[in-house]
């Protein structure tokens, strides 16, 4: 079995910064991309940022500039550093990672339980 689980969700003023940690744990023998996903009250959830097993990183448009996705592959483990923040990055923020068990295993994709973001005008 696979887990996911976050860190470093909570309040922050406007400006400030955050960083969401989140990390893989369980049946792991590679994984892929990883990644972070959030979903405002009442809307759909959309990407924040990707990045492969090589680094390579990919982020929503409206975010770069701001948010950096980084990971320690040795700890399984995907980050996100949030600056600048804003009203309307409130939002339940969740991990995503494609992870494969075993050799002979297909890859799954698995989510974290979320963490909230709330940050105050």
């Known amino acids: 079995q696979v887990q996911l689980v976050e860190f470093g969700g909570g309040l922050v003023q406007a400006g400030g910064s955050l960083r969401l940690s989140c990390a893989a744990s369980g049946s792991i023998y590679r994984i892929n991309a990883m990644g972070w996903y959030r979903q405002a009250p009442g809307k759909q959830r959309e990407l924040v940022a990707t990045i492969t097993s090589g680094g390579v990183a990919n982020y929503a448009d409206s975010l770069k500039g701001r948010f950096i996705i980084s990971r320690d592959s040795a700890k399984n483990t995907v980050y996100l550093q949030m600056n600048s923040l804003k009203p309307e990055d409130t939002a339940v923020y969740y991990c995503?990672?494609?992870?494969?068990?075993?050799?002979?295993?297909?890859?799954?994709?698995?989510w974290g339980q979320g963490t909230q973001v709330t940050v105050s005008s």
């Open positions: 995503n990672a494609d992870i494969a068990s075993s050799w002979v295993s297909s890859v799954y994709s698995y």
